[in-house]
């Protein structure tokens, strides 16, 4: 295992060249960049991920990130806003990220009118304006669940129920969550999202939970409705169970299949 | 059209005279976030009943800390306010919540400080000062869509010394002669140019951006250049020269040359 490489910006904009060109057919990922001089260069302070690891869910995901930055005393702070480190780490696990098909080919998400970055899924998409960067994590295949993780790594159940999908999955759930920091970092909300959707027996989401014509669905509580319960209520200091019991009548349902 | 907004829900507002926040760095690592309240400047908030407990919750970007001040009767700060788990060492939002048994009773709107300028108490700026390490850059603007307030960043090299020698940059006359026409170019710039929102669209706004551009507006001898039907402008030259004549008439508004020319010793 050796010291983890990240793009410069020739790389990043050759990774997105692949995705651009010959990704969708299949293509072999660029993955020598990361060890091209020209395209690359060891980040600092080191650390180390293993080429072989693979993971189920985006919860492992997150938790192995952490743990590897963590081992090299890498704080949160001194990653969020590096794109080119989150763009070398999907890089660097592209055949999970976007695995080849059956047919050969790999479905590339994409966002074709995002004037900025068409693929923020793989390559961070960079806040538009002058000076520091920041940048949307919501929709990035690694520094979402990175970011979900860290908010929630000493929870009970570690953000379980929102991490619980695959790698190249993302739907609209996880980018209303990912993207609010009122979510990802209010613990009792996560709890109460747990105890509406999460189906212990089968260590899995309820089915349904984020279909958006589905009253009581989870994009509608993490957005609608708690914008407007906080105008009158303080979620971060209510026990999950108050919430729960204090939901409107939409979220019966839900409560119901619970009973 | 102008807009107007409601308040059905009971919640008291918290105004930003009973609050005194500010940032103060000791050594290397996280600043401290140290508020003081007065709620004698809004008598109405004598309605909340001492026991309800005070928050203030800070952010930057994707992070967040909330620190509980105790009662409302008798608030007091926690033992720990330092904003470790912020992304930014350098400057926080803030806001102030009043909470009892889960209801909200009063609130504060959101208040920015930086270490450059910690001070919270009756400021509507437009912009805010901050320092940092930028190499041998001297300063740069730094603004994008999510910011509670666009930054001047000084080099912390320059503002230090500057800070040390009795003469802080953010009141050197010099100094900002000379930086501010650029920043206002940049500011409009991204505003008209980069966000490709015209004056009109903007002049409602009713955060720092509308803020700026109601500035412009006013210093302006033209009307600002608008967006077509298709979201376009007729010409960027158009735009570009817009924005040039209201750099042009700030500064002479200022007499900005005159005034560094008179700073000038020997000079007539």
């Known amino acids: 295992m050796s010291q983890f490489r990240i793009l410069n910006d020739r790389g990043v904009d050759a990774f997105r060249d692949f995705l651009e060109e010959s990704a969708r057919e299949g293509g072999q990922s660029p993955i020598h960049l990361l060890d091209d001089n020209y395209f690359s260069k060891p980040f600092h302070p080191a650390f180390y991920l293993l080429p072989s690891k693979n993971f189920d869910n985006k919860q492992e995901l997150g938790r192995y990130i952490c743990e590897c930055f963590d081992n090299a005393g890498i704080s949160r702070q001194m990653v969020v806003r590096d794109r080119n480190l989150w763009a070398s780490i999907v890089l660097f696990y592209f055949n999970q990220f976007c695995p080849i098909r059956d047919d050969g080919t790999r479905k590339v998400a994409m966002e074709a009118k995002d004037k900025v970055e068409r693929y923020p899924k793989y390559i961070p998409r960079l806040n538009l304006g002058f000076g520091e960067e920041s940048l949307r994590g919501r929709r990035h295949y690694a520094l979402g669940p990175y970011l979900i993780f860290d908010h929630n790594k000493d929870a009970e159940y570690q953000a379980d129920v929102v991490l619980s999908g695959a790698i190249d999955s993302w739907g609209d759930d996880v980018e209303q969550t990912a993207g609010r920091i009122e979510v990802i970092s209010n613990r009792n909300l996560i709890n109460l999202i747990r105890m509406l959707y999460w189906d212990e027996e089968n260590s899995k989401l309820s089915p349904g939970y984020s279909t958006k014509t589905r009253p009581g669905n989870i994009n509608r509580l993490v957005s609608d409705l708690r914008a407007q319960m906080k105008l009158t209520t303080d979620w971060y200091s209510m026990p999950a169970q108050e919430i729960y019991d204090n939901l409107p009548s939409e979220y019966d349902y839900w409560k119901a299949k619970k009973e | ?268």
């Open chain 2, 1 to 268: 059209m102008t807009t107007r907004n409601f308040n059905y829900t009971g919640r008291l507002f918290i105004p930003q005279e009973c609050i005194d926040g500010r940032l103060s760095k000791m050594s290397s690592g996280p600043p401290a976030l140290e508020i003081d309240f007065d709620w004698t400047f809004a008598p109405y908030l004598d309605a909340i009943s001492d026991d309800a407990h005070v928050y203030v919750d800070a952010d930057v970007d994707m992070s967040f800390m909330r620190f509980e001040y105790g009662n409302f009767g008798n608030p007091v700060a926690p033992e720990d306010v330092l904003l470790s788990e912020l992304d930014s060492w350098t400057s926080a939002n803030f806001k102030i919540r009043i909470v009892k048994d889960g209801t909200l009773l009063a609130a504060s709107r959101k208040h920015t400080v930086t270490l450059a300028l910690p001070d919270t108490k009756s400021r509507r700026s437009l912009i805010i000062p901050e320092y940092r390490d930028l190499g041998e850059r001297p300063w740069m603007l730094e603004v994008h869509d999510i910011m509670e307030y666009p930054k001047l960043v000084f080099n912390e090299k320059w503002w230090e010394k500057a800070a040390h020698s009795g003469y802080p940059l953010q009141e050197d006359e010099e100094t900002m002669a000379t930086i501010m026409p650029s920043v206002l170019e940049g500011m409009l710039n991204w505003l008209l140019i980069h966000q490709k929102h015209d004056a009109h669209q903007w002049h409602q706004d009713q955060s720092w951006k509308g803020s700026w551009i109601r500035f412009a507006k006013s210093l302006a001898d033209t009307d600002a250049p608008q967006l077509d039907k298709s979201g376009e402008y007729e010409s960027m030259e158009i735009v570009s020269n817009w924005i040039t004549s209201v750099v042009a008439n700030y500064s002479e508004s200022k007499g900005l040359t005159s005034r560094l020319v008179s700073m000038i010793p020997g000079g007539e």
